[in-house]
């Protein structure tokens, strides 16, 4: 699934190809994503308007159209957003089309979503009130903005709790955001094993814990994201990430600091991965 440095680089490739123009035809080909599709609202209130800017909130991308309106979407386990030729064969997994404005020089080009899983989401928001929208109202600060969250305010909201550190940097409503991968790698960075009850830790380790989840964010942003199989940015690149992962799908492998295999457990369902001497 595309976390947030994902979809942090998608952000940052689509928004040279898109500002400024204009969103022409809207084309549905599959409507059954995790929630519908509404190719009513998505013409009524999209097709025809200026694209004035880019954001991203958590690993939702936001697509702000001139007039107050904001396009979202969430790429699910295996979604693309590619700006492409309108004339390169479709992918039978391409299930919305965004025609956009003529750019000199270039051929007609599309804003192309591909979602082979369909757990992908489409849907118009009014940018008025959008952070108290049902998607977003819920979400807890951003790791990477600028004194949204600190060490103290962690620790807090952890107080008394038993459950794993890792489950609690996958709470979305703790920090947005940060996903499966770079939980076991932010973990890895601060030497804190992640079945730690989060009440356990003190003030300096949940220093470690911020600190660390913002350079491996930073750090994976730098590289376009990770790639194993379906993540592309908006030009189509893969995430190049992957070669710096120090315990992510590597288990049995040794331990890039002391030479012990990586080990491989499953909490709520989800793999870790870790170094049972690094990682106390």
């Not at 020089?105 to 959008?130: K, N, Q, S, T, Y």
């Not at 913002?214 to 194993?228: P, Y």
């Amino acid at each position: 699934m595309p976390e947030l440095p994902e979809v942090e680089t998608i952000r940052r490739s689509l928004s040279p190809h898109l500002i400024g123009r204009r969103v022409t035809q809207i084309v549905v080909r599959n409507r059954a994503l995790r929630v519908p599709v509404e190719p009513r609202a998505l013409v009524r209130r999209i097709e025809g308007r200026r694209i004035a800017g880019l954001g991203r909130r958590a690993k939702y991308l936001l697509i702000y159209m001139e007039g107050g309106e904001v396009l979202v979407l969430h790429l699910g386990m295996s979604g693309r957003l590619t700006v492409v030729p309108v004339a390169l064969p479709l992918d039978p997994h391409d299930h919305v089309l965004f025609r956009l404005s003529a750019r000199a020089g270039r051929p007609p080009e599309e804003l192309r979503l591909r979602d082979p899983r369909r757990f992908g989401l489409v849907v118009v928001l009014a940018a008025a009130g959008l952070e108290q929208s049902p998607i977003f109202r819920h979400l807890g600060p951003e790791p990477l903005a600028e004194g949204a969250v600190d060490a103290p305010t962690l620790r807090a909201r952890a107080r008394g709790r038993r459950a794993p550190v890792k489950n609690l940097l996958l709470d979305a409503r703790l920090l947005a955001g940060v996903g499966n991968i770079y939980a076991c790698e932010s973990l890895y960075a601060a030497g804190i094993d992640p079945r730690t009850p989060a009440g356990r830790l003190g003030p300096r380790r949940w220093e470690r814990v911020i600190g660390a989840v913002r350079d491996v964010l930073r750090s994976s942003i730098a590289d376009g994201g990770t790639s194993f199989s379906d993540y592309r940015d908006g030009d189509g690149r893969p995430g190049l990430h992957q070669v710096q992962l120090q315990v992510y799908g590597r288990t049995g492998e040794p331990c890039r600091r002391c030479g012990r295999r990586i080990r491989r457990i499953v909490q709520s369902g989800r793999s870790t991965f870790f170094c049972s001497r690094c990682q106390r």
